[in-house]
């Protein structure tokens, strides 16, 4: 037992380092707000269908996706910008980009809908 514990917790000390990184600072609160901003421009779209993996999905469905998707995210992200890149722009499983699909059947990339968002929003 005591080779054990003292195999063990030098490995423990290692892993808590290593995980360091990905728990690193909290994101800015103005950050923050911005990206509930994006997240919210997307659930206002009531005629407009949020294109995930081939599939349709409402607006509100596509807000309640993308916060838990950021949720499981987080640690990769730091500013909007990021939101947009790591989380908003296309399917992590299947590299397929989120689209937007208008009432009037155009069709927008998710990332780029989001981008000129956040050029409207204050900094």
């Not at 779209?45 to 999905?57: M, S, T, V």
């Amino acid at each position: 037992m005591r080779i054990l514990s003292g195999i063990m917790l030098p490995l423990l000390l290692m892993l808590a380092a290593s995980l360091g990184p990905t728990f690193a600072a909290e994101i800015p609160a103005a950050e923050e707000a911005r990206i509930e901003q994006l997240i919210q421009s997307i659930e206002r779209l009531a005629d407009a269908r949020f294109i995930r993996n081939g599939r349709a999905h409402d607006a509100a469905t596509a807000g309640y996706f993308l916060r838990r998707k950021w949720d499981s995210r987080r640690h990769l992200v730091r500013s909007a910008e990021d939101f947009i890149t790591q989380v908003a722009s296309g399917s992590s499983t299947t590299s397929q980009p989120y689209l937007i699909r208008f009432a009037d059947g155009r069709e927008v990339e998710c990332g780029v809908y989001l981008r000129s968002e956040l050029q409207r929003l204050a900094p």
